[in-house]
């Protein structure tokens, strides 16, 4: 099968053949050339559509195609004022939504753009290059402290990296020189390769590299085609808005043929017929509905930029706000980054070691030298669980050329010849030393991983390790072999069999001080929480109880993989048969989970209620936690900080990476603190209950005014220039931003806002609320035919319309009507503070409310003029205000008090279909 596969470089090598082919640059124009035609410039240059191009996509959008279409039915019709103020507020949202498309294709582009100065060898020598002129296979020198353009495979020297930007890492990363292998192929291997977008903070040995990737293909450029091109949101609400219009216009259609028919039966004009048809069909396809729902949005995402916590996905705050389980990473996330090396247990002394000079030499110069650290500014940085190591011994590191760098406490040196470093997926890391002219390996990892490669395993090793971890301790084990030789060729798998276990690292990693306020306030609000994390169960579980994640009181089940049979055990290490019951919480091992998931065995569907600890994860394991807690529909969320958590973070529903830089491209949101998701999802709530009153607010207003030129329409009538201007422009656009402005109620619910608007529980109250308008339409409208004084008025014309007593009151009740169903449906607690906090929205809604009273009781004869109203009679006025004010209460009654119970009442009904 022949088919389109993106361009990579540097195709299938093994790692001599890119040291041998590319380790002295290109060494021709031509093959300059050649490379640059096929990659293009090095940059991720974000294109930004010309203000024509986006003007054109927005007018050829259908719902400006059809304000455009309404604005020149109106003008025929003579709605001068109207049209041209409809007009006005179209093309300034025209502009707003250019503006905003502009500003936030800038922001991407601001975020990729970026140009330096490289150092490149070609045809022989090394010259200064525009970074935009760097092609895949150059060999260029590592800058220090500036970003990097272009992916880069380091072939000579270290480099200490931060990836803070991309990965939301806050520890540097080592990078070490490609080593010269024949059997290894190079897979962009992320010991060896320094990403685009991240920062050399330390150089060692002038570090020079080749180019494997430019612009859209690094690293960076992945993450941002992914901000740009975003994977489809599992929340369905703005496709449920667009049915709903559907449904609206079908309406229309059907007014639209009934009328047809009508006044083709009463001979009216052909033309006049037909305009009067178009206008019920402009009157029930709200255009403004996405531009009312995506304001409380943006609302949101200003309110969680002065929290500190940045969002890159506007869309993503909605989805927050129906997010009901959380996932978090533990270490760094809800432990403190920093760790302290508590002592150190070894077979010969069944107490540990608090003074390590008493530690035997080996274990000594195995903690001294297994390690990544580097030196930075006079400081040690790395991993801080090794800075913590490191520190509570009297060794000395010290920088060298022949040796990666040699520790010495003064009597013995330990010189490290090469590292092993240590990934998520090994759980270990090795290195090999050179001691009184032998050669080790010192290993350090995992204990599950690190014991079985030993073979002086002590009896009671086991029990010591569930000791430790079980306090929530995080242990280390050591381990060593002396080796004859050594090639820098063989890889850590060859060499590490047959070693000698010599102690375990215990190390103390202490919970966040907001850790379990967090957690606390999530579980009270019925949020599930789980904690997905690379270290041992038991540490989790520790974690996890010290947070109250399992319930006092609760059965605790641990599961691993033993020889490839699921075991079960209580957290007293006594094996027990895996149960569903009430009031078990469930620990598993990533490889347990894998085990169940392959064999699709039904078990799995009991992870999802009762299991709270996922341990000894790798990070493919993390994201396959995510897919299953998604499995069910339900929206979820990750929280992470390193590098192991980026896959989860872009898997989840709703990412939150916790970092130091500004704003990480790992994660739709980035903040400082972990409590931030508890802010993340209270403004995703209170957004999403606002995009909802708005749609509904739209709808009913839509509702209302169909159903009012219906009615005038029976009569040959309609509504007026000024007064359509009134409540579609006034009433409608300020009262409809106003509302979106309610802040996120200050504590977390315990129940979800509504997701899904095309469902019973959303579609029966509205139209049930659209029955009590209609109602409040006749009655005020009857109740006028019933005047003494009132006759039905002769030649009008709906499409010609004049000011008679019947558009007046249905003027008056129209507003009316959309000022009390926006104040019914502006309720505040449990997603929205109070609307009265909502000073903006509560100062016009008193003065529409006194405007209201005012122009249905008193108005003179100015405001009648200005509002094409006719003059009414006292008694009937009084009748019309006792009908509004009668009106109001039972939408109030209905929308506060009854929708409420209807809806949970449907919900039940509805919860047969999975719905998110
Ligand atoms: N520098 C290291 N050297 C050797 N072993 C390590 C090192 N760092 C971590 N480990 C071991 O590997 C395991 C997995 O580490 P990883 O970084 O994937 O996750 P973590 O930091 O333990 O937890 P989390 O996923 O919650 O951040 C650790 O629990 C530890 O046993």
């Known amino acids: ?352 070691h608090e003074d390590l000079t008493t530690c035997p030499y080996e274990l000594q110069e195995s903690m001294a030298s297994c390690h990544s650290l580097i030196i930075l500014d006079d400081h040690l940085v790395g991993d801080p669980q090794e800075v913590a190591i490191f520190n509570r011994l009297n060794w000395k590191w010290t920088e060298s050329e022949e040796y990666r760098f040699v520790v010495t406490n003064g009597q013995h040196e330990a010189k490290v010849k090469h590292l092993y470093h240590f990934t998520s997926l090994l759980k270990r890391m090795g290195v090999i030393i050179e001691h009184n002219c032998h050669l080790k390996l010192h290993m350090k990892g995992a204990p599950e991983v690190i014991i079985p490669l030993c073979i002086n395993v002590p009896d009671n090793l086991s029990k010591q390790i569930f000791h430790y971890t079980k306090q929530g301790l995080r242990v280390l084990a050591c381990a060593t072999k002396t080796l004859q030789t050594f090639d820098s060729h063989q890889s850590l798998s060859e060499i590490e069999n047959g070693l000698t276990f010599l102690g375990l690292l215990i190390l103390q990693n202490h919970l966040k001080p907001e850790s379990k306020e967090t957690i606390q306030t999530l579980l009270k609000a019925e949020v599930k929480c789980v904690i997905s994390t690379g270290d041992a169960l038991l540490t989790g579980l520790s974690v996890a109880k010290e947070c109250g994640l399992v319930p006092e009181g609760n059965k605790v089940l641990i599961g691993d993989l033993i020889n490839e049979k699921p075991h079960w055990e209580d957290d007293e290490g006594n094996t027990c048969e895996l149960t569903n019951e009430k009031g078990t919480s469930l620990a598993l091992t990533g490889n347990l989970l894998q085990h169940y998931i392959s064999y699709m065995d039904p078990i799995v569907s009991i992870f999802k209620d009762q299991a709270v600890i996922f341990g000894r994860m790798s990070p493919q394991q993390k994201i396959l936690v995510i897919e299953q807690l998604q499995y069910s529909d339900l929206l979820v969320a990750m929280v992470g900080d390193g590098a192991n958590d980026c896959g989860a973070l872009k898997a989840a529903d709703v990412g939150l990476s916790l970092s130091e830089a500004e704003a990480s491209i790992a994660a739709p949101f980035t903040g400082k603190k972990l409590n931030s998701i508890i802010e993340v999802l209270k403004e995703g709530r209170a957004s999403l209950v606002t995009s909802f009153q708005a749609f509904k607010f739209i709808a009913f207003y839509s509702m209302i005014e169909f159903v009012l030129e219906n009615v005038l329409f029976i009569h040959q009538n309609n509504m007026l220039d000024r007064q359509f201007m009134y409540i579609d422009l006034v009433l409608i656009l300020i009262l409809a931003i106003t509302m979106s402005y309610t802040r996120a109620y200050d504590k977390l619910a315990t129940e979800l806002p509504p997701g899904v608007l095309f469902s019973l529980e959303i579609t029966v109250p509205i139209f049930m609320q659209a029955c009590i308008l209609m109602g409040i339409q006749w009655a005020a409208y009857y109740s006028l035919q019933y005047q003494s004084w009132y006759s039905v008025p002769k030649d009008t014309s709906v499409v010609w319309a004049s000011e008679v007593p019947d558009n007046t009151v249905l003027f008056l009740t129209g507003a009316a009507e959309v000022l009390f169903t926006c104040i019914a449906l502006n309720d505040g607690p449990p997603f929205r503070m109070p609307f009265r906090s909502n000073y903006w929205f509560t100062g016009f809604a008193i003065f529409f409310s006194f405007m209201q009273v005012y122009m249905t009781l008193v108005a003179d004869e100015v405001t009648r003029e200005i509002f094409q109203m006719v003059y009414l009679e006292l008694d009937y006025k009084l009748q019309l205000e006792a009908i509004l004010l009668g009106g109001f209460a039972i939408i109030f009654i209905f929308e506060r008090y009854i929708v409420p119970i209807l809806s949970r009442k449907l919900r039940t009904i509805n919860c047969k279909r999975k719905v998110i």
């Open 1 to 352: 099968m022949r088919c389109f596969v993106a361009l990579q470089f540097p195709y299938t090598q093994t790692y001599s053949q890119l040291h041998e082919k590319f380790g002295k640059g290109l060494t021709s124009d031509s093959q300059y050339r050649g490379r640059l035609s096929l990659f293009g410039h090095c940059m991720i240059d974000v294109p930004m559509p010309g203000v024509l191009k986006l003007l054109v996509t927005d007018v050829m959008h259908p719902f400006f195609i059809f304000q455009i279409f309404s604005i020149g039915l109106w003008l025929w019709e003579e709605y001068y004022y109207y049209s041209v103020a409809i007009f006005v507020c179209s093309i300034a949202a025209l502009c707003a939504s250019l503006i905003e498309t502009r500003s936030s294709i800038k922001a991407v582009r601001e975020l990729a753009m970026y140009e330096c100065s490289m150092t490149v060898f070609r045809n022989g020598c090394w010259s200064e290059q525009k970074s935009h002129s760097v092609v895949p296979g150059d060999l260029v020198k590592i800058p220090l402290n500036i970003q990097l353009p272009c992916d880069i495979v380091l072939t000579k020297g270290i480099c200490l990296v931060d990836e803070c930007m991309l990965t939301g890492e806050s520890q540097p990363e080592l990078k070490d020189a490609l080593p010269v292998s024949n059997q290894l192929i190079y897979i962009n291997d992320k010991r060896y390769t320094l990403s685009s977008g991240t920062v050399p903070l330390t150089l060692r040995g002038d570090p020079e590299g080749i180019v494997i990737a430019t612009g859209f293909s690094t690293a960076k450029g992945e993450l941002v085609k992914s901000i740009l091109f975003p994977k489809p949101n599992r929340f369905k609400f703005y496709t449920d808005s667009f049915k709903f219009i559907g449904l609206m216009s079908l309406f229309g259609l059907f007014g639209f043929l009934w009328y047809l028919g009508n006044y083709i039966q009463d001979g009216e004009s052909l033309v006049d017929t037909l305009m009067s048809c178009f206008d019920l069909v402009t009157t029930i396809v709200p255009p403004a509905l996405p531009l009312a729902m995506s304001v409380g949005m943006a609302f949101a995402v200003v309110r969680l930029k002065e929290k500190k916590i940045m969002c890159i996905s506007p869309p993503s705050v909605n989805a927050a706000g129906r997010v009901s389980i959380i996932c978090f990473d533990k270490t760094g996330t809800l432990t403190e980054d920093s760790m302290t090396l508590k002592g150190v247990w070894e077979p010969s002394n069944q107490e540990i």
